[in-house]
């Protein structure tokens, strides 16, 4: 199976943004949907956004809807989450992960749905 790797983590001030990438071993979850999740510690980890194979369908949790941006390249083998206005609430450890069933029309918001997660990147948002 394919190793994921998360990257471009790092502290940023409040109100400023970050792109982080996930870049996969090899072509395998070109045929599934991938996702972002996040933990801060102390808490949960949490569903961030998700996107199917082809890039049709993108969902977002109500918490980023509207400032974050996930998007893929297939050719790349590569998946990225633009992080846009970032609050402290947004600080966590950000883990990108493949849906467990291929070519999924829906996006899954459970992170139980996805497995193969990256070891994270950190994502620290100072005020």
């Known amino acids: 199976q394919a190793q994921l790797s998360e990257s471009g983590g790092g502290m940023v001030q409040a109100g400023g943004s970050l792109r982080i990438s996930c870049v996969v071993s090899?072509?395998?979850?070109?045929?599934?949907?991938m996702g972002w999740s996040r933990q801060a510690p102390g808490q949960e980890r949490e569903f961030v956004a998700g996107?199917?194979?082809?890039?049709?369908?993108?969902s977002y949790a109500d918490s980023v809807k509207g400032r974050f941006i996930i998007s893929r390249d297939n050719a790349e083998n590569t998946m990225y989450l633009q992080m846009n206005s970032l609050t402290p609430e947004d600080t966590a450890v950000y883990y990108c992960?493949?849906?467990?069933?291929?070519?999924?029309?829906?996006?899954?918001?459970?992170?139980?749905?996805?497995?193969?997660w990256g070891q994270g990147t950190q994502v620290t948002v100072s005020t």
């Open positions: 992960g493949a849906d467990r069933l291929p070519f999924r029309r829906i996006v899954m918001t459970t992170v139980s749905d996805y497995h193969s």
């Open positions: 996107i199917t194979w082809d890039s049709d369908t993108t």
């Open positions: 090899d072509d395998t979850y070109n045929r599934f949907a």
